[in-house]
């Protein structure tokens, strides 16, 4: 991976190389070590650089030793590709969208993997960008899903899945080329993932009953008619 990011700075024009110094914490350590190295080669030394350095330079070298020790724990297996050394681990787009899409997570279960892929990434601004648009989704379109269910007479189900696609072709085709930007990686398990929403409709379905009681009497009438549906 260093290499290859040695390669792809070679390419890149001098204002390009400094928006990685100067933005440096939004882009991947061991990319902006390649930066800096080649502004150095063409005689540029930005004024941060040593400390950038000092601050970097450990975290990349403790990120490939980890991925080395870990890649050398795997058994090799005849005829399949083995991601880098230094390979972050992520949550991959199939994993996302099938989050997404699952009436127990939504849209906010697929919003939650790719949150964690832009934290991993160090992608802070992309993160908080993120959570923005989740929050404003769920206003917005959770609005109109109750409309269209309460007087359209929509199918909740289908409610569901109109609701999650636009949110699935923003992760896919917005947030994921513009700050994940990598097809390296190593895919992490969704075992996880699946336990934990489990366990959260689980405890939605025990205190379903109880809140349903804390509401007015007209709306405890809705829930109950669309729980039937």
Request: hydrophobic share 50%; aromatic share 8%; charged share 15%.
């Amino acid at each position: 991976m260093a290499d290859e990011y040695a390669e792809k700075m070679s390419r890149k024009s001098l204002p390009e190389l400094q928006l990685y110094v100067q933005n440096h914490v939004e882009y991947r350590e061991d990319a902006v070590l390649a930066a800096l190295t080649e502004l150095e080669r063409r005689g540029e030394q930005p004024t941060e650089a040593a400390a950038i350095r000092a601050a970097l330079t450990p975290i990349v070298e403790q990120q490939r030793a980890a991925q080395a020790e870990l890649a050398a724990s795997r058994p090799a297996v005849p005829g399949q590709a083995t991601p880098a050394a230094d390979a972050p681990a992520l949550y991959s787009p199939g994993t996302i969208v099938l989050f997404s899409m699952l009436p127990i997570s939504t849209m906010v279960g697929g919003g939650v993997l790719l949150g964690i892929n832009l934290f991993r990434l160090r992608r802070m601004k992309a993160l908080l960008g993120l959570i923005l648009f989740i929050v404003g989704y769920l206003v917005a379109a959770s609005q109109v899903l109750t409309w269209a269910v309460l007087t359209q007479g929509l199918h909740p189900l289908i409610g569901s899945l109109l609701f999650n696609v636009p949110a699935v072709l923003v992760y896919l085709f917005w947030f994921w080329p513009r700050y994940v930007r990598t097809d390296t990686y190593r895919s992490k398990s969704m075992i996880p993932p699946i336990i934990i929403c489990f366990l959260l409709v689980w405890g939605l379905q025990r205190a379903m009953p109880y809140l349903i009681k804390q509401q007015p009497k007209e709306v405890q009438m809705e829930m109950e008619q669309l729980m039937k549906r």
